[in-house]
């Protein structure tokens, strides 16, 4: 929702159309909301500790 006011309600110079926005620039659109879902889970799995593992042996 806030990527239509900004890019398309809003008048600015890089102001894009209905069309532009939702037809011509859509793959780019999805393919930045799937990195912003799947890199928080990524990088928790990545962080989350294994179990089993001992992080800092002492």
């Known amino acids: 929702m806030f990527?239509?006011?900004g890019w398309v309600l809003i008048p600015h110079?890089?102001?894009l159309t209905f069309?532009?926005?939702y037809i011509e620039?859509?793959?780019w659109?999805?393919?930045v909301y799937?990195?912003?879902?799947v890199a928080p889970v990524l990088g928790y799995l990545i962080?989350?500790?294994k179990?089993?593992?001992v992080l800092c042996p002492a």
């Open 13 to 15: 110079p890089l102001q």
């Open 3 to 5: 990527d239509l006011v």
């Open 51 to 53: 179990k089993g593992k």
């Open 29 to 31: 659109i999805a393919l």
């Open 47 to 49: 962080a989350s500790p």
């Open 34 to 37: 799937i990195a912003m879902i």
């Open 19 to 21: 069309e532009q926005f």
């Open 25 to 27: 620039y859509q793959p």
